[in-house]
C-alpha cells in the first residue's frame, strides 16, 4: 500500500499579485497529471500561503509524505539553507510524515529549450 502523497510546489513569492500566478497554472497542471493524491502551492515570502501552513493543509487531509518540489531556478540560498531548515522544523512537529525534498530545477536542457523559443518568440 502505497502513502497517501502530498506535494508542496514551493516559488519565492511577490508582492505583486500576478507575479504569483504562475505557481498557481503549475500546480493546476501538476494536478492534472494525476501522480500523487494532494498538489498545493506554497511561497517562501511576500505572499501566502508559506510552507507552514500548506503542511498543515496536507497533513490534516491525511498526508503520510509530503514532498517540497522548490521551483526555483539555482542553488542559492533558498535551496541550500532556508528550505533544508524549514522542512526540518516541520519534522519535528510531525514526525510521522514522510518528508522529501526533491531537487530544485537547476540547469536543464528543456530550460535551455524554453528559453530558446522565447528568444525566437522575441526575436521574430
Known sequence: MSKKTGVIVL???????????????IVDMLRTMGK????????LQLAKP??????EDLTGRGAERIVVMPLLLF????VLKDIPEEIDNERKKYPEV?????????ADERIALIAADRIEEAAN
Not at 516559488?11 to 497554472?25: D, I, M, P, Q, Y
Open 75 to 78: 542553488s542559492g540560498n533558498h
Open 11 to 25: 516559488a519565492h513569492g511577490s508582492k505583486v499579485r500576478t507575479g504569483n500566478e504562475g505557481l498557481f497554472s
Open 36 to 43: 500523487w493524491d494532494m498538489v498545493e502551492a506554497g511561497f
Open 98 to 106: 514522510e518528508f522529501c525534498y526533491a531537487k530544485n530545477i537547476g
Open 50 to 55: 508559506g510552507l507552514t501552513e500548506v503542511v
